[in-house]
């Protein structure tokens, strides 16, 4: 009997613990609503700091409810709640503390510091366009050039390592660890592939900070490289499939959007994912298709 009652009570104790574990963590914070998306459940907002989570920063914020957002226009200063778990995070209790200002203080506005930075002269890159030949340094400290990778199907993405939000940064590394995993255990695979982390936070992330955060994720140097380089480098090749950020190493002003390339063996582009919405499945399709194509002669 007392044997069963300790079962019981212990199985019913992991049973709770397992439910509080699995809800998510939820922080109180403020800001500035920089933009509010079309989809209407989106919201730009330049936040505090917020303790024992994350630095200051402009995100990107869902709502699971877009009434949360029904009440709120650009400019505002609202109070929010946000909720996050190991891979999703979202927004609610939006409140608006203040409106946004007068028409004349915000054309006043127009002067201050732009968001984002526009490189001049870096056209767009459709599929089937070759792309230019980029210097950059991985974790190892290696300057290498992106025509190194030809022969080869090359998946790129664009992280900072201080972005702690799953949904954004996070999310991308996660899914280029399964990827690696995926065609690194997959003897019918090509072998013709690589994988390019690309920071966009230099000042931070040295070749030593990517070497430790590559090494706490399993990459392996010889399929998935992490680096860096010169901000103008790493800006235009960025821009080149419309990802845009802040050309400032303070988290405090990043704001950036995601997107994730796939180059064929010639250094073409084979495909551009927007957002963070693919799976590993998806991009391991693609760079298989991508590794078939032949390089020219």
């Known amino acids: 009997m007392k044997t069963s009652l300790l079962f019981r009570f212990g199985w019913g104790f992991c049973l709770v613990m397992v439910l509080v574990g699995c809800g998510p963590k939820a922080y109180e914070t403020k800001g500035l609503v920089r933009e509010l998306k079309e989809d209407g459940k989106t919201a730009v907002i330049q936040h505090d700091k917020i ?17 949360e957002l029904s009440h709120v226009k650009q400019g505002d200063t609202v109070a929010f709640r946000l909720l996050v778990t190991e891979k999703d995070g979202w927004i609610d209790r939006v409140r608006v503390l203040s409106n946004a200002p007068s028409e004349s203080v915000a054309l006043a506005d127009t ?26 340094t991985n974790e190892l400290g290696r300057v290498f050039r ?7 199907a090359l998946a790129i993405t664009f992280i ?23 065609l690194k255990s997959d003897a019918a695979a090509p072998k013709n592939w690589h994988l390019l982390s690309l920071s966009f936070d230099p000042a931070f992330d040295t070749p030593s900070m ?10 392996d140097p010889e399929r998935w490289n992490l680096a860096t380089g010169d901000m103008t480098q790493v800006a235009s090749l960025a821009q080149h499939f419309g990802l845009y950020f802040s050309r400032t190493s303070l988290p405090s002003a990043q704001n950036h959007n995601l997107r994730t390339v796939v180059l064929d063996p010639s250094g073409r582009v084979h495909k551009v994912h927007i957002g963070n ?21």
């Open 51 to 67: 303790p024992g989570y994350m630095e200051a920063m402009t995100m990107s914020f869902e709502v699971r409810d877009t009434n």
């Open 111 to 136: 002067n201050a510091a732009p968001i984002m930075n526009i490189v001049p002269n870096v056209p767009p890159l459709d599929v089937g366009e070759l792309v230019p030949d980029y210097t950059l």
């Open 146 to 152: 992106l025509s190194e990778f030809r022969g080869k």
């Open 160 to 182: 900072f390592t201080r972005c702690p939000f799953p949904t954004f940064c996070p999310r991308m590394t996660d899914h280029f660890k399964a990827v690696q995993k995926a």
């Open 210 to 219: 990517l070497r430790t955060y590559g090494k706490a994720r399993n990459n």
């Open 277 to 297: 919405d693919w799976t590993p499945e998806e991009l391991t399709a693609d760079i298989v298709e991508a590794a078939k194509k032949l390089a020219p002669l």
